[in-house]
């Protein structure tokens, strides 16, 4: 994964409020991953 998108994804996640390591266990970390994916590259 590039540094900027895990950069922008950090932020994301804790914009919302919620912890990455939670979100890394939960399937929802796929979608906004795959999101990310599918709209960047």
Not at 7 to 34: A, M, P, T, W
Request: negative net charge.
């Amino acid at each position: 994964m590039l540094k900027k998108t895990e950069i922008e994804l950090q932020h994301f996640i804790s914009h919302l409020g919620l912890d990455l390591d939670e979100v890394l266990n939960k399937d929802i970390f796929c979608q906004i991953l795959r999101g990310f994916t599918s709209k960047g590259t």
